[in-house]
């Protein structure tokens, strides 16, 4: 069956950095958008970043400048690097793959839990 798996999260101070990764599994991610998100509890889900599959990116104006995405098709891994972290970065992080070139986010990861303590 086709799925995505977010790497483990993890706790980290104000300015540190943190490397999420996105394994796909009974799909290639070859040809497709790949995108990550994020949710805080009682908010809403935010997009945070995506890459597509001429490596075009594009990031949300509150990491941009801070985060970096990327993928490894060989791998069929998507990766965020997020540098610089704020206490507001504090969420759930969940990788979401598309059916093609568009975002549209059919296959979803269970999410990760990244904490940024002041």
């Known amino acids: 069956q086709a799925q995505v798996v977010e790497s483990e999260g993890g706790s980290v101070q104000t300015g540190g950095s943190l490397t999420l990764s996105c394994v796909a599994s009974g799909y290639t991610i070859s040809g497709k958008c790949m995108a990550w998100f994020r949710q805080a509890p009682g908010k809403e889900r935010e997009s945070v970043s995506k890459v597509y599959d001429d490596d075009s990116t594009i990031y949300s104006n509150s990491v941009k400048g801070r985060f970096t995405v990327s993928r490894d098709d060989a791998k069929n891994t998507v990766y965020l690097q997020m540098d610089n972290l704020k206490p507001e970065d504090t969420a759930r992080y969940c990788c979401?793959?598309?059916?093609?070139?568009?975002?549209?986010?059919?296959?979803w990861g269970r999410g990760t839990q990244v904490t940024v303590s002041s």
């Open positions: 979401a793959a598309g059916a093609d070139w568009r975002c549209s986010d059919v296959y």
